[in-house]
Nanobody, 116 residues
Framework: QVELVESGGGLVQPGGSLRLSCTCSSIIFGPYVMAWYRQAAAKQREMVAAIFSSGGAVYADSVKGRFTISRDNAENTIYLQMTNLKPEDTAVYYC??????????WGRGTQVTVSS
């Protein structure tokens, strides 16, 4: 069974940092554009960052300059380095293939809570 596994979330104070990781034992991420998404309470899931197989990346305006997406194809892992976190970054974070036609079943995500 294909399962995306996200980890690295937690409770952090405003201005703090976290690094999220995403891996999957059933598919190889290498050929795909991969993305991180988040869903806050009572809101729709939104994409925050995507990374091409070449390493180029795009970001939502709300996280530009604070978040960095990266990939380690050898480890089949996608990362999201988050700095200068704000309360509005509080959400469950997920990763998946960016192309909706190719997306995998969503994993459980990892909770990020930014609060003092």
């Amino acid at each position: 069974q294909v399962e995306l596994v996200e980890s690295g979330g937690g409770l952090v104070q405003p201005g703090g940092s976290l690094r999220l990781s995403c891996t999957c034992s059933s598919i190889i991420f290498g050929p795909y554009v991969m993305a991180w998404y988040r869903q806050a309470a009572a809101k729709q899931r939104e994409m925050v960052a995507a990374i091409f197989s070449s390493g180029g990346a795009v970001y939502a305006d709300s996280v530009k300059g604070r978040f960095t997406i990266s990939r380690d194809n050898a480890e089949n892992t996608i990362y999201l380095q988050m700095t200068n976190l704000k309360p509005e970054d509080t959400a469950v974070y997920y990763c998946n293939i960016h192309d909706k036609e190719s997306q995998l079943p969503w994993g459980r995500g990892t909770q990020v809570t930014v609060s003092s």
